[in-house]
């Protein structure tokens, strides 16, 4: 089965929130950073937040700092994106990603070294 399935995406007016959901199999939730990224149509993949599943630390890009928070639930192995303040430049689709190993300020946002990762859910906010 898939290691990352993501949900929640939908369509939202600016101001509105929304809350993407990641839901992780086992193996590669244990003692992992897990993160968002997302990617606009015709834009490169870009970082949102992360977290690290073993001590709940978090990261967050400028654009989204102060507006969107990421969460883990070690109990049930979710990843969570809760997005408030929404805004057009925040369309795009989102994409789960996990990778052993803990999130540091100066490698979280390094795509290339996810190992696993979710098919995206679709964030469309209209003006």
């Known amino acids: 089965g898939q290691v990352l399935v993501e949900s929640g995406g939908g369509s939202v007016q600016a101001g509105g929130s929304l809350r993407l959901s990641c839901a992780v199999a086992r193996s590669a939730y244990s003692s992992s950073c897990m993160a968002w990224f997302r990617q606009a149509p015709g834009k490169e993949r870009e970082e949102v937040a992360s977290v690290y599943s073993h001590d709940g630390r978090t990261y967050y890009s400028d654009s989204v700092k102060g507006r969107f928070t990421i969460s883990a639930d070690n109990a049930k192995n979710m990843v969570y994106l809760q997005m408030n303040s929404l805004n057009p430049a925040d369309t795009a689709s989102y994409y789960c990603?996990?990778?052993?190993?803990?999130?540091?300020?100066?490698?979280?946002?390094?795509?290339?070294?996810?190992?696993?990762w979710g098919q995206g859910t679709q964030v469309t906010v209209s003006s």
């Open positions: 990603a996990a990778k052993p190993g803990g999130c540091y300020a100066t490698t979280w946002f390094f795509e290339g070294t996810y190992m696993y």
